[in-house]
C-alpha cells in the first residue's frame, strides 16, 4: 500500500527554532517507506520562504514523483510580492498546493489578507490547507467554513484537524462544508477514527507534521478499527486525487 504523507517541512521555524534538512526529510521517508511526501516551508518570513520554495522545488527534482510543494508565504506581505511567489511556485516549480499558516504568520482565515491566497488557489484549481488547532482564536477550524462556503470550488485543508482539542469543531467543518478535509496530525486516535466514521473515509489524509512524528501518525491508522480499504483511501488515494500527483 502506497502512502503519501501531506504534511512535512524543510527549514527552521522561528517560532519552535526546528530545523529539518532535506537529507532528514529523505532518511525518515525511506525508514517510513513513505512513497511521497507535500513538503511546505516552516512559518518563517518572506525572504526565507522564497529560499526554501527553492530548496523544495530542487528536492523535487532530484526526488522526482517523491516530494511535491506546497507554497507558503507570510499573508501580511505585499500584495505583490506575495502573487510573485506564489504564482513561481506554481509555474515555475509545479507546487500542489498553498497554505495559511494561521498560527504561525498570526493571521485568521476571516481576514482579507487572504483574500489573496483563495484568489491564487481559484485561478489555478489548487486546494489550500489551512492550520487549525494551536493558535486560537485565529486558528479555530470553525473560521474555514466562511471562505469554504464562499469558494465552494476551492478544497480546503484543514491541517490538524483541530490538533486534538477542537477535533469536534473541525468535524462540524467539514459536515458542513463538503469541500473541508481533515488531516488529523497530533489528534488522538479514536478522533481520527470518528473523523472517518462521521465524515467518510473520502474526506481524511494522512500528515505528518515533523520527522519523529511520522511512525505515530502511520501507526495511528493500524490501531483503530478500519478497513484496509479505508486504510488506503487515507494514506494514498485521497492525497492523490485532492492535490492532483502523478504518483
Ligand atoms: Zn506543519
Known amino acids: ?33 513513505v512513497d511521497a511526501a507535500l513538503v511546505m516551508p516552516q512559518p518563517v518570513g518572506y525572504e526565507e520562504s522564497c529560499l526554501v520554495h527553492k530548496r523544495i522545488y530542487e528536492l523535487s527534482k532530484k526526488n522526482p514523483g517523491m516530494i511535491y510543494g506546497i507554497s507558503c508565504v507570510d499573508p501580511w506581505t505585499d500584495e505583490d510580492k506575495f502573487i510573485y511567489e506564489t504564482t513561481r511556485c506554481i509555474e515555475e516549480y509545479g507546487f500542489k498546493a498553498l497554505k495559511i499558516n494561521c498560527h504561525g504568520h498570526n493571521v485568521s482565515p476571516l481576514s482579507a489578507l487572504c483574500e489573496k491566497s483563495y484568489k491564487i488557489a481559484l485561478r489555478y484549481g489548487l486546494p489550500i490547507v489551512v492550520h487549525t488547532g494551536l493558535g486560537t482564536p485565529v486558528s479555530l477550524p470553525s473560521l474555514v467554513m466562511k471562505p469554504a462556503t464562499d469558494y465552494p470550488e476551492i478544497i480546503f485543508i484543514l491541517a490538524h484537524a483541530g490538533f486534538a482539542l477542537y477535533c469536534d469543531e473541525a468535524m462540524v467543518a467539514a459536515s458542513l462544508c463538503k469541500n473541508i478535509i481533515l488531516e488529523p496530525s497530533w489528534c488522538q486516535t479514536f478522533m481520527a477514527a470518528q473523523m472517518i466514521k462521521n465524515i467518510g473515509s473520502d474526506r481524511v489524509i494522512m500528515g505528518s507534521d515533523h520527522l519523529t512524528n511520522l511512525p505515530m501518525e502511520i501507526l495511528k491508522y493500524h490501531c483503530i478499527n478500519i478497513t484496509d480499504a479505508e486504510r488506503e483511501a487515507v494514506f494514498y488515494v485521497n492525497p492523490k486525487r485532492i492535490f492532483h500527483l502523478d504518483i
Open 1 to 33: 500500500m502506497k502512502i503519501i504523507d501531506t504534511h512535512a517541512h524543510i527549514g527552521t521555524s522561528r517560532n519552535t527554532g526546528v530545523t529539518i534538512t532535506e537529507d532528514e526529510l529523505m532518511g525518515v521517508m525511506h525508514k517510513n517507506s
